[in-house]
């Protein structure tokens, strides 16, 4: 990824391009074939020497043509000809963002594969789950590792389709207008890269592409930030329910040798912001005067490169994480447990319903119970069994057939076919 944000990289799209107008221009008739071949012969750049000529030129463009022209001759006269700095940036960036997408939507399925074996290796792995940050009932954490996989999946879906919005050029000339170049150059050279030609474009092509793309990098990043404020808060003292590998002679505190602290995910959680950050940079380029100006230049050189790299990272560090969690599952029964039996408080409230007491009635019976185990800590099945009330409607057998865990998962497998459409942890 860091190579696609290389100068060298960057002026290499940019040559290809002017080569690639000049091939459309010379089958036009415009430049003789002997010019061409010779342009194409001995095109070529020197980064330093672009370097030290916009020193005194302030123009990018203008130093880079000017360092190949050295390098070509008096054929250089063809290059870049009807052309504007637009036509070479904005085409050279959407290569640019192509490539970067694809390396970042292939990070994304490395992740999904990683979830899916996790969710199918604790897919009965019992633990409470969490509303409020209060145990409210028994989920697996295979199933929130399928979650995780299914809101990955619509990232991918997202960076796929903002891959094709970002894949658009433009060669039309100073306002977009092709006054001095023929509407097939810009057709063959996009047709080259990959691209389609902006259907209609002013100097550039329009900014609301690269705020679909930036949007799509930062919700994947959020996602990502979202799964690893999960992995903190699992991994706090008194849950730890699972936690990021601690390898050997890592250390996690120059004062207190016992800490073991979720660093990576604390990491990951303070790059979305960025990446978040750099999505509303793109918005507020939406807006520019007229037909252009440059004030989204300066920000794309710092959100395309910074957006991409970062997310690359955060998806490659996360899959990481993940792929060799820590997971304790004594330690989610015992969690689970904690409560005394209250997460079967719905379970016992549908019964009495069933057994026809009012909504009302019932709740009132089982929160009258619950409240007293909370406050008392005493066992919520053996406050229901020695309920007078309770038992005038339910036996003791129907009590135990209530608090069985069973009951939370039976729809386990229709969730997983519906997530991984009937795939086995092989497939």
């Known amino acids: 990824m860091t190579y696609i944000w290389t100068p060298e990289n960057r002026f290499k799209k940019w040559l290809d391009i002017e080569i ?180 209609i474009s002013t100097q550039i092509v329009q900014r609301d592409r690269h705020a679909e793309y930036f949007s799509a990098l930062a919700i994947t990043a959020s996602s990502i930030e979202k799964f690893s404020t999960e992995i903190r808060h699992l991994q706090r003292t008194e849950v730890r329910e699972a936690e990021e590998f601690f390898s050997p002679g890592q250390k996690g505190s120059s004062a207190m040798p016992h800490k073991r602290n979720p660093v990576l995910s604390e990491n990951l959680s303070g790059l979305a912001r960025l990446v978040r950050s750099y999505a509303l940079a793109s918005m507020e380029d939406v807006t520019l005067w007229h037909e252009r100006d440059i004030s989204h230049s300066s920000v794309e050189r710092v959100i395309a490169p910074d957006a991409t790299i970062l997310l690359d990272f955060m998806l490659s560090r996360f899959t990481g994480i993940v792929k060799n969690l820590l997971v304790y599952q004594e330690r989610m029964i015992a969690n689970l447990n904690m409560t005394r039996g209250l997460v079967f408080s719905q379970m016992v409230l549908l019964k009495l319903i069933e057994k026809g007491i009012s909504r009302e009635g019932s709740y009132a019976i089982v929160q009258r119970n619950a409240m007293k185990s909370w406050s008392e800590n005493i066992d919520f099945k053996q406050l229901l069994l020695d309920d007078e009330e309770v038992m005038a409607y339910l036996s003791e057998k129907d009590i135990d057939n209530v608090f069985r865990l069973e009951n939370f998962l039976g729809n386990v497998n229709f969730i997983f076919d519906r997530v991984f459409g009937g795939e086995d942890e092989n497939a």
């Open 20 to 199: 690639l107008a000049c091939e459309a221009l010379a089958a036009r008739g415009k430049i003789p074939v002997e010019s061409l071949n010779n342009i194409k012969e001995k095109a070529g750049f020197d980064v330093q020497r672009i370097d030290e000529i916009e020193k005194t030129v302030k123009h990018d463009v203008i130093a880079f043509l000017t360092s190949v022209s050295e390098k070509v001759g008096e054929d250089a006269r063809y290059i870049h000809m009807g052309l504007t700095s637009s036509d070479i940036l904005d085409t050279s960036l959407a290569v640019l963002l192509k490539e970067a997408s694809d390396l970042i939507i292939a990070d994304v399925d490395k992740l999904l594969t990683v979830l899916k074996d996790k969710a199918f290796e604790y897919k009965d792995t019992v633990m409470i789950g969490r509303s409020h940050g209060i145990h409210a009932e028994p989920v697996t954490f295979g199933l929130k590792m399928a979650l995780w996989y299914q809101e990955m999946k619509r990232n991918r879906v997202r960076l796929i389709s903002a891959r094709k919005a970002i894949s658009c050029g433009k060669i039309a000339g100073a306002v977009g207008t092709f006054s001095f170049i023929d509407p097939g150059v810009e057709e063959y050279v996009c047709k080259r890269l990959g691209l389609e030609p902006a259907p």
